[in-house]
């Protein structure tokens, strides 16, 4: 139960890997649900031996690469299996990366957030740059440092200037959260071909929570004129249970208005349904929510990400995660980063213990979750990721 979920009633969902205490060396595939985490790859032997190639294999790459058609066959299997599994609870579920993760993409969709990190990193200048609203913008980031929720996050060290123009290097004093969206890829393209918006069921597998652990000076410093390097390589935390995209029809919500309208291939303006997604999301900083991100107000969608990310022929894989970028509503308290909610740093929020923050400190725990409405009516649950910061060992 949480504030995002005042009845304690969301509807946890989605397919993941787990260990449990008993057989540590073993990975099982699961499905969160109610009650704990059902173990799919022995039901899938008992109950239905065709699926068992997909889920008796202690990951998702088989599953993610497999398609629609057996991800529907799947999700059916599993939502049958609910009424009577067996559950594993929850303390005794260990969760790990359930799938290779190929490449990893960062977009910068929300609009709320651009503008305002544009007022904090370059005062005076417009407040987006100029093709922000005729492309999706994005890039590459590093697909070997995603890590599952609870994983620790060592504190990067790098090279900054500091307020007083010196330069040096060390642990990064402007540790940053960044409350995201993430799209897992399950169906590859070949090189060459642009993938149409209308293809995403096609291709995208689920949607998982990502925090994009961010160091503001590293990042500051370092970022002209290529983009993010070293002050987002360090660590990307990413939730367990990726939700599949099936689950997710009654969150889907019309984006914001665009205005000049996009270009053929990004204009969803005559779609029956558009792919905005109305995840409520929770930023939570030691236990107090200092954050409630609204996804539904990211200006470019998944199927916008998705047809601009391979319009220029690059292929997808099995296992691509493209993320939202931070997800920041209009309001003082939707803000999805400590560098907006704090102004980078000349504004620290005040926590429940009387400390300030305006930048993550050693020890400190961040946790994003996010509900959603739910297939028939009422919530679900996508779950959370979890991250604590510990010291930089040098
Ligand atoms: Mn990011």
Redesign the pocket.
């Known amino acids: 139960m949480s504030d995002r979920d005042p009845g304690g009633q969301a509807r946890p969902a989605g397919f993941g890997v787990f260990r449990t205490p008993e057989d540590p060396r073993v990975r099982r595939v699961g499905w969160r649900t109610t009650g704990g985490v059902i173990d799919l790859g022995a039901l899938a032997a008992a109950r239905a031996p065709s699926l068992a190639s997909y889920l008796g294999v202690g990951r998702l790459d088989p599953l993610l690469a497999a398609g629609r058609p057996v991800w529907d066959q799947v999700l059916d299997a599993v939502l049958t299996w609910e009424d009577d599994a067996d559950r594993v609870p929850l303390e005794r579920v260990d969760p790990v990366l359930g799938f290779t993760v190929a490449d990893y993409v ?1 977009f910068y969709a929300s609009e709320h957030h651009a503008a305002r990190v544009s007022g904090l990193f370059r005062p005076g200048a417009p407040p987006l740059p100029e093709a922000w609203k005729h492309l999706p913008i994005g890039y590459h980031g590093r697909a070997g440092s995603i890590v599952v929720s609870d994983t620790p996050v060592v504190r990067p060290r790098g090279q900054r200037r500091d307020p007083e123009g010196e330069i040096g290097v060390g642990p990064t004093r402007r540790l940053d959260l ?1 409350a ?1 969206v993430g799209f897992v890829v399950g169906v590859p393209s070949p090189p060459g071909h642009a993938v149409p918006m209308a293809a995403l069921p096609d291709h995208v597998f689920g949607v998982c929570l990502v925090n ?1 652990w ?1 160091a503001r000076d590293i990042q500051a410093w370092e970022y002209v004129p290529l983009g993010p390097f070293l002050g ?1 390589s360090f660590a990307t935390s990413v939730s367990p249970w990726i939700v599949p995209l099936a689950l997710l029809d009654a969150a889907r919500v019309a984006p914001p208005p665009r205005d000049p309208r996009p270009h053929s291939y990004l204009d969803d303006t005559g779609d029956e349904q558009q792919w905005g997604l109305d995840l409520r999301m929770e930023v939570r900083l030691n236990g107090q929510v200092i954050s409630r991100p609204p996804a539904a107000t990211l200006y470019w969608t998944a199927a916008q990400q998705l047809a601009h990310l391979t319009v220029n022929g690059a292929a997808l894989r099995a296992g691509d995660l493209y ?1 939202s ?2 997800v920041s509503g209009p309001d003082e308290s939707e803000r999805g980063c400590l560098l907006e909610l704090t102004d980078n740093g000349a504004r620290p929020i005040e926590l429940a213990d009387g400390t300030t923050r305006g930048f993550l400190e050693d020890g400190d725990e961040v946790v994003i979750g996010a509900t959603a409405p739910a297939p028939g009516g009422g919530l679900l649950d996508l779950g959370e990721v979890r991250g604590r910061v510990t010291p930089s060992p040098g």
Request: charged fraction near 55%.
């Open positions: 960062d960044e995201e994009d961010s987002k993320a970028g931070t």
